[in-house]
Nanobody, 121 residues
Framework: VQLVESGGGLVQPGGSLRLSCTTS????????IGWFRQAPGKDREGVSC????????YYSESVKGRFTISRDNAKNTVHLQMSILKPEDTAVYYC???????????????WGQGTQVTVSS
């Protein structure tokens, strides 16, 4: 199973990006989907996740109010809309699929290869 992230890039502070996560191997609506990020020299951390079906959501304190996670079931895709980006948001962003809403990466079984987000002027 392979998840595929897209939408990363270089953006100025205060700007926005929308990340997407999709796969042809799973029906994502049946899974909780998490977004995680890893900056150079740091551990991978949970950013946001959305539960299966009903769509309960979680956001880390560092992104709450700036990031929004959502599903597009017609396209079997989960988006992470990122706004008011800061240099400290710079990282490789990964999506992952698992059975339950969980902010811990250990709760996820299937992962993508990541997309780079760089916030810099």
């Amino acid at each position: 199973v392979q998840l595929v992230e897209s939408g990363g890039g270089l953006v100025q502070p205060g700007g926005s990006l929308r990340l997407s996560c999709t796969t042809s191997d799973l029906t994502l609506d049946y899974y909780a989907i998490g977004w995680f990020r890893q900056a150079p020299g740091k551990d991978r951390e949970g950013v946001s996740c959305i539960g299966s079906g009903e769509g309960s959501t979680y956001y880390s304190e560092s992104v709450k109010g700036r990031f929004t996670i959502s599903r597009d079931n017609a396209k079997n895709t989960v988006h992470l809309q990122m706004s008011i980006l800061k240099p400290e948001d710079t990282a490789v962003y990964y999506c992952a699929a698992g059975p339950n809403l969980d902010s811990d990466l250990k709760g996820y079984h299937y992962w993508g290869q990541g997309t780079q987000v760089t916030v810099s002027s």
